[in-house]
């Protein structure tokens, strides 16, 4: 028999996501868990809509979030727009692209791949090109931060390339929602889903989501049944979809959701640029560390994401007994690489609550003293100072 409750251990969580939890965010989901059809709880569903609207720049009437993981809203993007032998191009530059050609072969669809270097953004040519050879496509697919490399992509150009070929464009941002300028609407993203785990500072389990008028014409025009139940947006939206008549479709995680509206109130009390802008800030400074130090980054300058950093390991360094140390010695996580990048790349989150001065100076310290102590070729003790020098600029 197991008698004592679980405390984990408090950690700095500098990896790839789940980041820090904002401490209002914990306190306001140990509020009482009230019925999913409570007055006052349909009340706290239509104030996130609102919320989930400025957080994805969006004045998108659906606007929800999916209950369940972010890679419970991309499969809810998928399965609601993609019938059997729709054609689907999907850009890869990345795990999650991957993941994407994955989720269209298992709705029937077919996939056209547009591949990118990982590490690189997606290349609008290549894109183009493929549009151009594809005219009977119905979707472009992209990830516009690609967590597993720290690139960003120019959602922008691409949703603007396809919907010139009458394309719809379905955008995982489950990255940069809260942590890059993202406009859902401004740049004509029809389907897009993220996380809450990332740069919203919130315990992961559920997936913001939103829809174009014409992406849910698209869902409504259907000439198949959405072959996933509980992701059928024609069910959701009995019990989302507002009005008074809100019908049981599945028990809303209720408490979950408080934790989401509170990390939602805590983005429009920083205002969204000011939070985009201390993720570049943070960013600045821990570059320069990582540079002070001799370290060098994987990604193009123009094409780098501030809250997500891939760092090279250098020649001949242990990258699991070195994030070992960092985790036994200092509390600190910070994420290894992806798939070919495994081994080669340390991956440094800066999202959300734990994009902080703080975390800044704690982890170049640690990674600095690590580094020194095995006889890493690294520059030692200059890191800190490199950070604090950035700061002082901005
Ligand atoms: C984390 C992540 C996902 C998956 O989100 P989960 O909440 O882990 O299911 C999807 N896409 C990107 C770009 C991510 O970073």
Avoid at 128 to 152: M, N, R
Avoid at 211 to 235: G, H, I, P, T, Y
Wanted: charged residues 20%; aromatic residues 6%.
């Amino acid at each position: 028999m197991i008698h004592s409750s679980f405390h984990p251990p408090v950690r700095t969580l500098m990896g790839p996501g789940p980041s820090d939890v904002n401490p209002r965010i914990l306190e306001a989901m140990s509020r009482p868990t009230i019925g999913h059809l409570d007055p006052a709880f349909v009340t706290m569903m239509e104030e996130m809509k609102v919320l989930l609207r400025y957080a994805f720049q969006t004045d998108h009437e659906l606007t929800m979030p999916v209950s369940a993981p972010g890679s419970a809203g991309m499969e809810t993007c998928f399965v609601n727009l993609v019938e059997p032998g729709d054609k689907v191009i999907v850009c890869r530059n990345g795990v999650f692209g991957g993941r994407m050609k994955e989720n269209v072969e298992r709705c029937g669809g077919v996939p056209v791949m547009v591949e990118d270097e990982w590490g690189r953004a997606v290349d609008p040519h290549k894109l183009e090109d493929a549009l151009k050879a594809h005219p009977d496509v119905k979707l472009v697919a992209f990830v516009h931060a690609e967590t597993s490399t720290g690139a960003i992509s120019d959602a922008q150009t691409l949703a603007e390339l396809a919907h010139r070929h009458d394309c719809l464009v379905i955008a995982d941002t489950v990255t940069s929602l809260g942590g890059s300028p993202l406009k859902v609407s401004e740049w004509g993203l029809d389907a897009v889903y993220s996380g809450t785990q990332k740069c919203l500072s919130c315990t992961p389990g559920l997936s913001p989501l939103t829809f174009s008028e014409r992406a849910v014409e698209v869902v409504k025009q259907r000439s198949s049944q959405v072959q996933s139940w509980f992701m059928d947006l024609n069910l959701v939206l009995g019990y989302w979809g507002g009005g008074a008549r809100r019908s049981y479709h599945h028990t809303a995680p209720i408490n979950a959701l408080y934790g989401l509206h509170e990390a939602l109130v805590i983005l429009q009390e920083e205002g969204i640029e000011h939070a985009w802008q201390r993720h570049r800030d943070n960013h600045l400074a821990l570059r320069a560390g990582i540079e002070a130090m001799g370290l060098s980054f994987v990604v193009n300058e123009n094409e780098r994401l501030p809250q997500l950093n891939s760092v090279a390991i250098p020649e001949g360094v242990d990258d699991a007994a070195v994030r070992a140390r960092l985790l036994q010695e200092y509390d600190l996580e910070i994420g290894a690489g992806l798939g070919p990048m495994a081994g080669r790349i340390w991956r440094i989150g800066l999202m959300g609550y734990a994009s902080n001065r703080r975390n800044v100076l704690l982890c170049l310290g640690a990674l600095d003293a690590v580094l020194s102590d095995i006889g890493a070729p690294i520059e030692g003790g200059v890191a800190v100072e490199a950070a604090m020098a950035s700061y002082a600029a901005s």
